[in-house]
């Protein structure tokens, strides 16, 4: 079982950056695929970004270039580097893990998911 724990979500003006953590226990995440997705008031749930074990990554087009995400290891923990903020980025954010190392853009692939952190971005 694996637990993760979102961190570093706020309000931020258009135009600024966040850096969103992901601390994991329970499960080293050397072998697991990590991503993030968000979801915004009355939308769905949308996939943002993924890193597999080996450090491949996938990222949706709405955030590419902008937001960049990346694993150490060694903490634990990924992240998600969110940069030139837009209002539509706001949402809640949360971190996915899972056991088959790959990095995916569909929500069934991951097993666990973390509480979720806010995001708030102003015009």
């Known amino acids: 079982q694996v637990q993760l724990v979102e961190s570093g979500g706020g309000l931020v003006q258009a135009g600024g950056s966040l850096r969103l953590s992901c601390a994991a226990s329970?499960?080293?995440?050397?072998?697991?695929?990590m991503g993030w997705f968000r979801q915004a008031p009355g939308k769905e749930r949308e996939f943002v970004a993924a890193?597999?074990?080996?450090?491949?990554?996938l990222y949706a087009d709405s955030v590419m270039g902008r937001f960049t995400i990346s694993r150490d290891n060694a903490k634990n923990t990924a992240y998600l580097q969110a940069n030139s903020l837009k209002a539509e980025d706001t949402a809640v954010y949360y971190c996915?893990?899972?056991?088959?190392?790959?990095?995916?853009?569909?929500?069934?692939?991951?097993?666990?998911w973390g509480q979720g952190t806010q995001v708030t971005v102003s015009s």
């Open positions: 996915t893990a899972q056991g088959s190392g790959w990095a995916s853009r569909l929500a069934n692939d991951y097993e666990y």
């Open positions: 329970g499960r080293t995440i050397n072998n697991l695929g």
């Open positions: 890193i597999n074990r080996n450090g491949g990554r």
